[in-house]
């Protein structure tokens, strides 16, 4: 018998109260650990089939993928194809994969047909990033994580204010997102892709200490903040993947 909406809405704040619960005590018990030692508390918690990692392949996301690859390489990792991703992304994916092993790599796409609706000519960034980043980011991003448990992420407090509090572990809707990363400075990340002599996206070395789709990155000038690149000019900070947009589209009817 199909659930009416207030069962299905009963259902979903039951569930968000128990990813609440769950991100809660994970936090209070494991939330000051290293990062691999993170990654295999989750990894244990919620199974390979129920645990995902999320990366851009941009600046910072060697590191992280490093060490899931070090726990296990055959975690699922997420990538986002937005259709509007540097030529030296794309190539940067499949070189880091490869030199990880990460054997799990998954391809996320917009919707084509919302595409074909809502930005058919592809130049919907030029009037609202906020409705670009929506259909190539949010909504594809939740249909992505949506078979998931929960998701790992390369997020740090460092790198804006909408991130300067966030736990390790946290609730999103009926699911937990993980930031093992979350209180690295850039030091510890430098030092980290130093001692593992890992590749870097051949981008930072232009000055995209950030990176997104093209049309909305440039380079950071000296001294600016590293994602000072992104949406430039702009109050946005965030596409939405990480805030209350991503859990809006997990909860709707058509996941």
């Not at 259902?11 to 000051?32: F, H, I, K, M, T």
């Not at 670009?132 to 740090?156: H, I, N, Q, S």
């Not at 950071?220 to 596409?239: F, H, I, L, N, Y």
Request: charged share 20%.
């Amino acid at each position: 018998m199909e659930l009416t909406q207030k069962q299905r809405e009963t259902g979903q704040r039951d569930e968000a109260v128990s990813a609440l619960a769950v991100a809660a005590e994970l936090e209070g018990r494991y939330g000051r650990l290293e990062p691999e030692e993170i990654i295999q508390v989750a990894l244990d918690r919620f199974g390979l089939d129920g645990l995902a990692a999320v990366s851009s392949f941009g600046a910072d996301s060697a590191a992280l993928l490093h060490i899931v690859a070090t726990v296990d390489p055959s975690v699922p990792v997420l990538f986002l194809d937005t259709g509007h991703h540097f030529g030296e992304t794309l190539q940067y994916r499949d070189a880091l994969a490869a030199d990880l092993g990460l054997s799990n790599l998954q391809i996320v796409q917009p919707d084509e047909t919302r595409l074909a609706v809502e930005d058919p000519t592809g130049l919907l960034h030029k009037t609202s990033t906020d409705a670009c980043c929506d259909v190539r980011k949010v909504e594809p991003m939740a249909r992505g994580v949506a078979p998931f448990k929960a998701w790992l992420t390369g997020r740090k407090r460092h790198q804006a204010s909408t991130r300067n509090a966030i736990p390790v572990f946290e609730a999103v809707g009926s699911r937990v997102r993980i930031n093992p990363l979350a209180s690295w400075t850039t030091s510890d990340q430098a030092a980290y892709m130093r001692a593992h002599a890992l590749r870097e996206n051949p981008l930072v070395a232009y000055g995209y200490l950030s990176i997104g789709c093209f049309p909305c990155t440039q380079p950071v000038a000296p001294g600016e903040d590293p994602r000072s690149g992104r949406w430039a000019g702009q109050a946005k900070t965030e596409c939405g993947i990480h805030l209350s947009g991503l859990d809006a589209s997990l909860t709707s009817s058509t996941l």
